[in-house]
């Protein structure tokens, strides 16, 4: 199993920028990627950003320029640089896992909040 713990939520202001950062612990070898995903009160989870193993990123339109995911091999931590942060960015940010044989994992998630 792999346990995931974000940090780095928290208020800031419209245009201002925020890291998250996600610690992973258990079972690294079985991670496939990971990434970010983000639910707003009454809306659907949505993924953010995903890293591949290989390397690869993926992004939904709404941060393409403004956020960056990147991963720490080493220290086995995911970032999310959240740049130029609009309200509509505000969520619940969750980092996420795909693990081998189609598991998955989830932290606890971290809430960020812009105002305007």
């Known amino acids: 199993q792999v346990q995931l713990v974000e940090s780095g939520g928290g208020l800031v202001q419209a245009g201002g920028s925020l890291t998250l950062s996600c610690a992973a612990s258990g079972s690294i070898f079985s991670i496939n990627s990971m990434g970010w995903y983000r639910q707003a009160p009454g809306k659907q989870r949505e993924l953010v950003a995903s890293?591949?193993?290989?390397?690869?990123?993926n992004y939904v339109d709404s941060v393409k320029g403004r956020f960056t995911i990147s991963r720490d091999n080493v220290k086995n931590t995911v970032d999310l640089q959240m740049n130029s942060l609009k309200p509509e960015d505000t969520a619940t940010y969750y980092c996420?896992?795909?693990?081998?044989?189609?598991?998955?994992?989830w932290g606890q998630g971290t809430q960020v909040t812009v105002s305007s």
């Open positions: 996420n896992a795909a693990l081998t044989r189609g598991r998955t994992s």
């Open positions: 890293l591949s193993t290989g390397g690869n990123t």
